[in-house]
């Protein structure tokens, strides 16, 4: 347990190492929300509704996928094709670690980091901007919204370790990286509620694991999910199955390891 925790506070250490990188990525992650906020503020601050949403509504899902997008998406296991490509992975792979268990310790370091920020920058959001946000009182919607929360989390880290294992064939991951960022950029619901898309769209998209990682744990939260039983279901069936997937390739890919650059 000693080594874990060690990991743990040596990658919480690391963000501090390049202290302007940091501010600069929080005042991103600041615009992140401001842009669309101002955005709807001019579209539906005068009143109305657009696809069923009023502008308290549709800022209430934003406000609140860009928390949930801070501890879902925030990951260090994205740097596994770099260890692989520069021979990085013999290290762990040397002691007696599990590499899956190395990459998800550094993206619970990660993601408290991205927590302790929030716990700061949601205040300062509230008290300035003063966004019409719902908090949910209901506490089963809350239990399974939390439970919605842990699964995208674990859908996402199997989602980065099957990308980040395309380097034991490819000398090239940021391509298929980018590409998959791309999508999900959409396919999550970050940008927009996926409702909002025709229902044939909205179908399709949730047919991928994408949806569970943002836009079904937040339209839980709000508790506008008429089918929480069907949504989790789902959700639990792709991480079944991306964990699945991931053991295989990984299998696969370690018999083609050959260090090198160590």
Do not use: C
């Not at 990682?213 to 939260?221: F, G, R, S």
Request: zero cysteines; charged letters at 15%; aromatic letters at 18%.
């Amino acid at each position: 347990m000693k080594k874990y925790w060690s990991i743990f506070k040596i990658t919480l250490q690391e963000y501090f190492v390049y202290r302007l990188n940091m501010i600069m990525w929080r005042v991103r992650q600041i615009f992140v929300f401001l842009i669309p906020f101002f955005i709807w503020k001019s579209v539906l601050g005068e009143g109305g509704d657009i696809y069923g949403y009023t502008f308290a509504s549709v800022i209430t899902y934003l406000f609140g996928t860009t928390v949930i997008r801070s501890l879902v998406m925030g990951s260090r296991s994205v740097d596994l094709g770099w260890m692989i490509n520069s021979g990085y992975l013999t290290i762990p792979l040397m002691r007696p670690i599990g590499t899956f268990r190395l990459l998800f310790v550094r993206d619970l370091a990660d993601k408290l980091y991205n927590l302790s920020f929030i716990l700061i920058e949601i205040p300062l959001l509230l008290y300035f901007f003063r966004p019409p946000v719902f908090l949910q009182s209901d506490i089963s919607a809350i239990l399974f919204f939390l439970l919605s929360l842990l699964m995208a989390i674990l859908i996402y880290f199997y989602i980065n370790i099957i990308f980040g294992s395309l380097a034991f064939w490819s000398r090239d991951v940021w391509a298929p990286r980018f590409l998959l960022m791309v999508i999900m950029e959409f396919a999550t619901g970050a940008m927009f509620p996926l409702d909002m898309l025709p229902d044939i769209g909205r179908k399709l998209a949730l047919l991928t694991p994408f949806p569970y990682l943002l836009y079904v744990p937040m339209k839980i939260y709000l508790g506008q999910d008429s089918h929480i039983a069907l949504s989790l279901g789902l959700a639990f069936g792709w991480l079944i199955l991306l964990w699945y997937l991931t053991r295989r390739i990984w299998q696969k890919g370690l018999k083609l390891y050959e260090a090198e650059g160590r």
